[in-house]
Each structure stands twice: as structure tokens, then as C-alpha cells.
T-cell receptor, first 111, second 117 residues
Framework: QKEVEQNSGPLSVPEGAIASLNCTYS??????FFWYRQYSGKSPELIMF????GDKEDGRFTAQLNKASQYVSLLIRDSQPSDSATYLC???????????FGQGTELSVKP | DVKVTQSSRYLVKRTGEKVFLECVQD?????MFWYRQDPGLGLRLIYF???????EKGDIPEGYSVSREKKERFSLILESASTNQTSMYLC????????????????FGEGSWLTVV
């Protein structure tokens, strides 16, 4: 069974620090990878997607992909209290758009 | 912007009732999905559909059925609601016509909180 693993947290970082969120996946055939942010009581919203090895940057967010190690991460620079949320990693196994989600990592940014 | 609308945000139903959760998307997406989300269990796929009148079971289809008579609308049906179906239900959609991996991006509705008593 294809799996996506994340540490549930909570991960606590001080305001202004770099938050590092990690995700591993089981199937080497995975093609694209997504990070969603979910605030408490709200639905997930897309932050970034990545499909090539290496880094992809968007503002304070950087996604990193290492297909050889089956590892994808999300770095949040200059963390803000408003970044406090659960971050979901999702993987596309090329099954017509179906994504497999990890259980999410809860991030808490302390002022 | 993609808009996925779930018409019922908060519902309270009795055990044994038939429950309909409706979802409409306005971006002409081919793919539509129903997930449920529970604390500690994450997002679990119930059913998905690649086209009108087509459906496939996800990871936890038991106790649920779906209907997709029109491209923009995907309904989740609980034939006989039970207390273990108390959860948040999320509808989502995506397109497989877009080029590149971004076409697999799934967009979620706001969620429907169902309580079965």
C-alpha cells in the first residue's frame, strides 16, 4: 500500500526562525508532490507543488525534493505566528489525479 | 479562482437517516473527490470520479455511495447514517487537462461537518 509519512508534531519554533517540515513516501513511481496548509476548522489550501529534484522557492516557502531518498520537505523562513497550522504533504502516484495525503504536521510559531 | 462549494456546512442527523452531501465546482474539472477527515487519521479518500457517471472506490467506501449526473456536481450519500460517520467531509476537484504536474492540484471545498446522534 502506498504511504506518505509525516511527523505529527507539534513542531514549535520561535517567531523569525526557519521551520522545517518533512515527508517521506513509499512509491518510487511518484511523480508530483504537494504541500497544503490547513488552519484549524478550515479546509486545506495549496501552498506549493514540486515535481523535479532540487529546490523550488516561493516567497518565504521552499520545497525540496529528493527522489532517490523518497523525501520531500517544506522550509518556512522568517516564521510568523500566522503560519501556525497543520501542513499536509500529498503525493500523486499518477492515478488520474488522485493524491495520497500524509497525516499532517502541526506547526506552532511562538511570538 | 477555483471554487468548490459544499452546500451544507453543518448538519446534525439521527442514526439511520439518509444523508446527502452536495458539492459543486465551477471550473469544469473532470475529477471530483470526497474525503473525510478525522483527528489522528488524516484525510481519507471515500470515492472519486473521473467523469460524469463514473465513480471509483477510495480507501473507505463502506457505508457510502456517490452520484455524478452532471460534470459540475458530485454528491455523497450516506444510505443509513451511523455514529461512526460523524466527521468532517471534504469535497475536492482537479483537472487532468492542464499540462504539467500542476494539473494534479486538488482544490478543496470548505467542508461539511456532520454529526450523527
Amino acid at each position: 500500500q502506498k504511504e506518505v509519512e509525516q511527523n505529527s508534531g507539534p513542531l514549535s519554533v520561535p517567531e523569525g526562525a526557519i521551520a522545517s517540515l518533512n515527508c517521506t513516501y513509499s512509491d518510487r513511481g511518484s511523480q508530483s508532490f504537494f504541500w497544503y496548509r490547513q488552519y484549524s476548522g478550515k479546509s486545506p489550501e495549496l501552498i506549493m507543488f514540486i515535481y523535479s529534484n532540487g529546490d523550488k522557492e516561493d516567497g518565504r516557502f521552499t520545497a525540496q525534493l529528493n527522489k532517490a531518498s523518497q523525501y520531500v520537505s517544506l522550509l518556512i523562513r522568517d516564521s510568523q505566528p500566522s503560519d501556525s497550522a497543520t501542513y499536509l504533504c500529498a503525493v500523486n502516484y499518477n492515478q488520474g489525479g488522485k493524491l495520497i495525503f500524509g497525516q499532517g504536521t502541526e506547526l506552532s510559531v511562538k511570538p | 479562482d477555483v471554487k468548490v462549494t459544499q452546500s451544507s456546512r453543518y448538519l446534525v442527523k439521527r442514526t439511520g437517516e439518509k444523508v446527502f452531501l452536495e458539492c459543486v465546482q465551477d471550473m469544469d474539472h473532470e475529477n471530483m473527490f470526497w474525503y473525510r477527515q478525522d483527528p489522528g487519521l488524516g484525510l481519507r479518500l471515500i470515492y472519486f470520479s473521473y467523469d460524469v457517471k463514473m465513480k471509483e472506490k477510495g480507501d473507505i467506501p463502506e457505508g457510502y455511495s456517490v452520484s455524478r449526473e452532471k460534470k459540475e456536481r458530485f454528491s455523497l450519500i450516506l444510505e443509513s447514517a451511523s455514529t461512526n460517520q460523524t466527521s468532517m467531509y471534504l469535497c475536492a476537484s482537479s483537472s487532468h487537462r492542464l499540462q504539467g504536474s500542476s494539473g494534479n492540484t486538488i482544490y478543496f471545498g470548505e467542508g461539511s461537518w456532520l454529526t450523527v446522534v
